[in-house]
């Protein structure tokens, strides 16, 4: 059996539940859910890493943002609903989701034609280290709002189609509820077309992200790891001036407190995988893999010991 098969349904569900969902919910075709919540390995497409496609505050905001990349080839113009923007923490039921239906595809239970699936609320905030308390199921109902009623206009293509047109991240979505306070006991939802395309075309659109990924509180911090991640990877490291990090991240707070929020991170070291190296004297910011031999590179090179 693969690891896909493993990690979906049957989910573990609260006992309090158990009845209710038993008696008023009839699955859809496609109803997965990951059961070992401490070790999954979570996927995203690459093109919500490395673009601001989701804001870091978590106030309101309904201005519209526009983003065009440092090279001038991605576009990115995101028109927000009364909700506000989608959030980087509303970002996880996308992770969430496309994990899902990437292991649903390896092991052909879903194919290359959009389709919903439902997702059982306790797993998603379980896996994703989130409480599983009642304002956390009340939380999904306004995130899966931002994330659909959020039109995107990109140049981005996915699975080499590109159409310029607007479209939520979310096509539709279904909740489904029980007892008095109508909590949320799953989801249906179905993604856009253009998240779905890139989530078939995997080996060239799709990265896979470290679990603890979903412990990072700050969102300006998960947004180094997701560029960490696109652009440093796999290779000893990678680094990228403070201005240009700074239009990247998506961040509107004025470049000096951009840099005093980069010095607190480095001060932290919140991200896995990844190390965050401030280079003053160059405004420079490096990331390097979480290895004693490729950090103690970056340090030497710095100092210009060969």
């Known amino acids: 059996m693969s690891q896909s098969q493993n990690s979906l349904f049957p989910e573990i569900i609260p006992d309090e539940v158990i009845t209710d969902l038993e008696e008023k919910l009839v699955p859809s075709d496609h109803v997965f859910a990951i059961t070992d919540v401490l070790a999954w390995s979570p996927k995203s497409d690459r ?12 106030k309101r905001d309904t201005r519209m943002r526009e983003y065009k990349s440092p090279n001038g080839k ?3 113009t995101i028109t927000p609903s009364s909700l506000g923007h989608p959030t980087v923490m509303d970002q996880d039921l996308l992770i969430y989701a496309a994990t899902l239906i990437r292991w ?36 999904i ?4 709002r931002r994330l659909q009623g959020s039109m995107i206009e990109t140049n981005i293509e996915t699975n080499g189609v590109r159409d310029i047109e607007s479209f939520g ?11 008095k306070d109508e909590k949320i006991l799953s989801f249906d939802l179905k993604l856009s077309d253009w998240l779905y395309r890139g989530i078939w075309n995997a080996k060239k659109e799709m990265l896979t992200m470290n679990q603890q990924y979903f412990k990072i509180r700050s969102s300006l911090e998960r947004r180094l790891y997701q560029i960490a ?13 403070l201005d240009t990090l700074h239009h990247k991240v998506g961040s509107e707070s004025p470049l000096k407190r951009f840099r005093l929020n980069i010095k607190e991170a480095v001060k932290k070291q919140s991200l896995p995988d990844y190390m965050i190296i401030f280079v003053a004297e160059k405004d420079k910011v490096i990331f390097a893999r979480r290895d004693s031999k490729a950090v103690a590179k970056v340090l030497l090179d710095q100092m210009g010991v060969s």
């Open 47 to 58: 093109h919500t890493l490395e673009h601001p496609f989701f804001a870091l505050s978590t």
């Open 74 to 76: 991605a576009k990115v």
């Open 104 to 139: 649903a595809m390896e092991d052909d239970f879903m194919g290359e034609t959009n389709t919903p699936i439902n997702i059982p609320s306790y797993n998603f905030l379980a896996a994703t280290s989130r409480s599983t308390g009642g304002n956390s199921y009340k939380n």
């Open 229 to 241: 991640r696109k652009h440093c990877g796999n290779q000893t490291d990678w680094s990228i001036n």
């Open 141 to 144: 109902r306004d995130m899966l």
């Open 169 to 179: 991240l979310i096509e539709s979505f279904k909740i489904r509820v029980t007892g």
